[in-house]
C-alpha cells in the first residue's frame, strides 16, 4: 500500500543434539563453492561501482555453515561509512513474516482455526460491505461478501481491503488513514472496517494492511501489546537482539538512497527516520522493523530447521510446511505484481516458488523456496531442498527486482537450459 510505505518511507533439520551448530566459515562441496563465492563478490561489488546502489551486503548458510559474507560501499556514503555486518536497516515488508510467525505461534494453541471468520475475534468486521459499482446518481453501490473475511484471507492477502489506488475508493482510503503513526492497531482496524471492501473474499490477490490486521489479531488473541508478544516469544528467545522499531543506537541505521536513471540521490534522514525515529503508537505487523544482517538469519536459519534454532522452539515443523504450502488457488487470477516475484503462489506470509525457472529472463531458484522481500529492496529466502538459506541488505528506491534477479544467479549460477 502506497500510503504505507509512505509513513515509514518514505523484514529443516534438527541437528541431533536439538541444537543447530554456529556457522563455520569454511567452503563446501554445495551450492555455494568457490565459484559462487567469487560471482557474489563480483555481483555485489558492480551493484555498487555501477551506481545502482550505494552500499550492499549479503550473507548466506549452507547446511549450517556460513559459506557466504561480504558487504561493499557505504551505509552512509556523505559520512564515508562502510556497509557492514553491523549496519542496521529498514526492513519493511520483511516484517510480514515475523508477523505470520507470532500469528501462528498462536494457532498451534488452537486460538483460532484459519478459516474462522474474522468477525468471530473482531467484531467490527462482521458487516464489512463490497463496493459494487456506481448508480446513476454517482451514489456507490454496496453488497454483501459472498463469503466473510477469514483468517487464512489475511495470511495471503484475499481479504478485499481497498488501497488509495482505487478508482472509486481511493479517496476514502487516502481519508480513513488507517496506517497514521498516531493510531493504535485497534484503532486502526476501526477505521479499516468502516471501509468498502474492493472485491469478495478470496477472490483476487491484493497486497496491503492484511498482516497490520494479524498483529491486531495477535494482541487480541494473546493479550499483550503486538511489540511485547513478538519481543518475547520470537526475538529475543531467537538471539534478534538487535531487531525493533526504533534502533538503541541510531547511528548504525544506514541511510536510505533514491536511485534515478543518472543518479543516486540521498533521502533526507527526517523523512527516512519519521517511523523508526521515535516510538508511535502504531506497531504496524506489515512493516516498520529494523535489523541487522545477521538477526534476519537467524530468523532464516529457524525456519530452515521447521522451527527451532539453537535449542528453542520457536513453531513445530508441520506449521512452518503450512506457511510454506501455496494457499492461493488456480481461480485467484487478479494478483497484482506477485508474478514478477517469478513462478510463485502465496502461503502464509510468504511467497512460495512452485516451479523452476524456464529461461534466463525469470528469477532463479528452487521448487519449494519461500521467501519475501522489502519495500528497500531487502530480499531473503529459505531454501529446504539445499538447506540454504540466504539474506541480502541495501536501502535503495525504488523496489529493485534486477537487484534480486542478479543477486539471485550470483548464488545459483545463471539459468543453463537444464
Known sequence: MTRLYSLCFVAFILATSCKAPKPEETNTTGIINEAAKARLDSTLKAMVDSFKIAGVSALVVEKDKEVYFNAFGHADREAGKPFGRNTLVRIFSMTKPITGTALMQLYEKGAFQLDDPLSKYAP???????????????????????????????????????????????????????????????????????????????????????????????????????????????????????????????????????????????????????????????????????????????????????????????????????????????????????????????????AVRLRAPQNAEEKNGVVGEFFWDGAASTLFWVDPKNELTAVLFVQIFPFSNPLHKVFRDAVYGKYDGK
Open 124 to 350: 467490527e468486521f462482521a458487516d464489512v460491505k463490497v463496493f459494487a459499482g456506481m448508480d446513476a446518481k454517482g451514489k456507490m453501490i454496496l453488497k454483501a461478501p459472498t463469503r466473510p473475511i477469514t483468517i487464512r484471507d489475511l495470511t495471503r492477502h484475499t481479504a478485499g481491503f481497498a488501497r488509495e489506488e482505487h478508482p472509486e475508493l481511493g479517496a476514502l482510503v487516502k481519508e480513513a488513514d488507517v496506517m497514521n503513526k498516531e493510531n493504535t492497531l485497534t484503532q486502526m482496524a476501526a477505521k479499516l472496517a468502516k471501509l468498502p471492501l474492493a472485491f469478495s473474499p478470496g477472490d483476487q490477490w491484493s497486497y496491503g494492511v492484511c498482516v497490520d490486521v494479524q498483529a491486531y489479531l495477535v494482541e487480541k488473541l494473546s493479550g499483550k501489546p503486538f511489540d511485547q508478544y513478538v519481543r518475547e516469544n520470537i526475538l529475543d528467545p531467537l538471539g534478534m537482539k538487535s531487531t525493533r522499531y526504533v534502533p538503541e543506537d541510531m547511528t548504525r541505521l544506514a541511510a536510505m538512497y533514491m536511485k534515478s536513471d543518472s543518479a543516486l540521490a540521498r533521502i533526507p534522514d527526517e523523512k527516512a527516520n519519521v517511523f523508526n525515529g521515535k516510538e508511535w503508537p502504531l506497531k504496524p505487523g506489515g512493516f516498520g522493523f529494523t535489523s541487522t544482517i545477521d538477526d534476519y538469519m537467524r530468523f532464516a536459519r529457524m525456519l530452515v530447521h521447521e522451527g527451532t534454532f539453537e535449542g528453542v522452539t520457536i513453531l513445530k515443523p508441520e506449521t512452518v510446511k503450512l506457511m510454506a504450502t501455496n494457499q492461493l488457488s488456480d481461480s485467484v487470477t487478479e494478483r497484482m505484481w506477485l508474478p514478477s516475484k517469478g513462478p510463485v503462489g502465496f502461503g502464509i506470509d510468504f
